[in-house]
Structure formats: C-alpha cells, structure tokens
C-alpha cells in the first residue's frame, strides 16, 4: 500500500534491450525466467498510469550485452537503450490531474 504523495521505485529488465530479448529468447530453457513477462518501460508507464501514478523519471544502464560488459556501465538519463532501467513515479491523489 502506498499513501498519495508517495514514491514507488522499480527496477527491471526492458524487454526490448539486449538483456531482455535474450531472457525472452531463453526463457524457457532457464527456471527463474520460465514464467517470467518482460514489459517494455511504456507499458510499465501505462499499467502505472492506470493505477493514478504520474511524475515518471527514468533512469537506464546496461546497453552492452552482458559478456561484453568489462567495467562498470554509465547510467543515463530516460530509457530506449539500456536493458536495465529504474522508474520513480509519484501516487496521486484519487482525484488528482494526470498528464
């Protein structure tokens, strides 16, 4: 449960960033992806939306696939390109205004 006002933080896999499409491709074959669902970051904004969130900032890394990460990835701004992508949203009054 989370009062109006607050923040939600959720990190996940993109599902249409390299990590993503991988774990989809092999799912089936790995028993912690099995019954996994992979959301895209604009599908992730539009189920939050529906549940009255808004304020949406977004944060992405991981934009090599994994066996090709040898140091530490850059952490951007927005998503689109990293597989990895953190989102904070604010829960909005019942009543509130949502762009």
């Given at each position: ?65 994994l066996e ?32």
């Amino acid at each position: 449960m989370l009062k109006p006002g607050g923040f939600l933080i959720l990190g996940f896999i993109a599902r249409d960033g390299f990590i993503g499409q991988k774990y989809s491709k092999d799912k089936l074959q790995n028993v912690f992806y099995r019954d996994a669902t992979f959301y895209s970051p604009g599908e992730v904004k539009q189920y939050l939306q529906q549940a009255n969130f808004s304020h949406f900032e977004f944060r992405q890394t991981l934009f090599n696939p994994l066996e090709n990460i040898k140091a530490v990835e850059p952490v951007k701004e927005g998503y689109g390109e990293g597989s990895f992508v953190v989102l904070r949203a604010q829960k909005l009054e019942n009543n509130e205004y949502k762009p």
